[in-house]
């Protein structure tokens, strides 16, 4: 069936950097765009971060462009976020998303920044 489980979340210190993970699995994953997105408490879920099948175009929101980076691996079935100059405000719930025709969810992975 199909699988995204994300990892590498925890927590870290403002300025820090942590690098998430999402292994893929039960589908065809160099087929699908593949998206991050957060949530924080008592916020909406939010896109972070999108990139195409191929790994050729990458988009960011205004609010990590610049500090966090979206890449993947479609020999590992692999989707990858790193995030540096990390902030109180990334606070959240990390999800990645599988999108084609459907879309498939992971089961987040929280991410603290906090001194």
């Given at each position: ?11 870290v210190?403002?300025g820090g ?25 008592g ?35 692999t989707l ?17 998303m599988?999108?084609r ?9 929280q ?5």
């Open positions: 069936q199909v699988q995204l489980v994300e990892s590498g979340g925890g927590l210190q403002p950097s942590l690098r998430l993970s999402c292994a893929a699995s039960g589908f065809f994953f160099s087929m699908y765009a593949m998206r991050w997105y957060r949530q924080a408490p916020k909406e879920r939010e896109l972070v971060a999108h990139i195409t099948p191929t790994g050729d175009s990458t988009n960011y929101a205004d609010s990590v462009k610049g500090r966090f980076t979206i890449s993947r691996d479609n020999a590992k079935n990858y976020l790193q995030m540096n100059s990390l902030k109180p405000e990334d606070t959240a719930v990390y999800y990645c599988a999108m025709l459907v879309a498939y969810w992971g089961q987040g992975t991410v603290t920044v906090s001194s």
